[in-house]
C-alpha cells in the first residue's frame, strides 16, 4: 500500500513572534528563518537544531520559569519553525524571503535594506554551523558566491539610505527599491540553489555510506 502523505508542518507565527517578544530574543524572526534554512542544508555533520535554537541567546537558553515553558519554546521553533522550513528542500517548495510593508521612503528603504542583509548573513551563519571554512558541493559553492555579492550590494544601499548627508530624491528611492525586489529574487534563486545543491550532495552520500559496494580483495 502507498504511503500516506504526511500533511506539512505550519509555523505560527504569531505564537513564534510573541515569544521570541517574552525571552527577549536579540535575533529578528526574518533572520531566524534564514539561520535555520541555512542549517538544515548545512554539509556540517554537527549541526543541530537545539544547538542553532541556543545561539539565538548567545550560546545558552534564556531562564524559564518552569519546564512547560522550556517545552513551549522548543516545540514552537523545532517541531513547529524548523520543521515547517524542511520541506524546501524539495524544489517544487521554494523558500521566499519574508515580504515586510514598507512605505516607499529613505527609512523605508533603510528597513528592507537591512532586513535583506540580516537574511543574508543568518543563512550563511546557519550554513557554516560555526565552520571557519566548508565543503560546498559546486553549485553550492558558485551560488554562495552570488549571494556575497548581492549580500555587498544591499550593504552598500543600506550605508547610503542611513546616512542623511546623501542626497535621495524620491524618484531615487523609488529606484532604489525596485532594484532592491530584483536582487530579492535573486537571493531567493541562490540560496534555494544552495539549499538544493546541499541536499542532494548529502543523499548521494548517505546513499554511498548504506550502499558501500562489493569488497575488494
Same mark, same amino acid.
Given at each position: ?39 538544515? &542544508?548545512?554539509?556540517? =555533520? ?92 559546486? =553549485?553550492?559553492? !558558485? ?11 544591499? &550593504? ?11 542626497? !535621495?530624491?524620491?524618484?531615487?528611492? &523609488? ?43
Amino acid at each position: 500500500m502507498p504511503q500516506e502523505r504526511k500533511p506539512p508542518v505550519i509555523a505560527n507565527e504569531k505564537k513564534i513572534l510573541a515569544l521570541l517578544e517574552t525571552y527577549a530574543c536579540p535575533v529578528p524572526f526574518h533572520e531566524i528563518r534564514t539561520r535555520f534554512l541555512g542549517n538544515i &542544508a548545512t554539509p556540517a =555533520m554537527s549541526a543541530s537544531p537545539i544547538t542553532v535554537v541556543k545561539n539565538l541567546w548567545g550560546g545558552e537558553l534564556p531562564e524559564f520559569e518552569s519546564l512547560d515553558a522550556v517545552n513551549e519554546l522548543i516545540g514552537v521553533l523545532v517541531n513547529g519553525l524548523w520543521n515547517s522550513l524542511t520541506r524546501h528542500q524539495k524544489r517544487s517548495d521554494p523558500f521566499r524571503l519574508v515580504r515586510p510593508t514598507v512605505t516607499p521612503t529613505r527609512d523605508g528603504l533603510a528597513q528592507l535594506a537591512l532586513i535583506r542583509r540580516q537574511e543574508l548573513d543568518g543563512f550563511v551563519e546557519g550554513l557554516f554551523s560555526g565552520a571557519e571554512e566548508l565543503d560546498l558541493p559546486t =553549485m553550492a559553492s !558558485a551560488a554562495l558566491d552570488t549571494l556575497g555579492e548581492v549580500r555587498a550590494m544591499i &550593504a552598500g544601499v543600506h550605508e547610503v539610505a542611513i546616512d542623511p548627508s546623501k542626497p !535621495a530624491e524620491l524618484s531615487d528611492i &523609488a529606484t532604489t527599491m525596485k532594484h532592491l525586489r530584483e536582487l530579492t529574487r535573486i537571493t531567493e534563486i541562490e540560496i534555494n540553489r544552495v539549499v538544493l545543491d546541499c541536499t542532494r550532495a548529502r543523499r548521494q552520500m548517505i546513499g554511498s555510506a548504506s550502499n558501500p559496494g562489493p569488497m575488494r580483495h
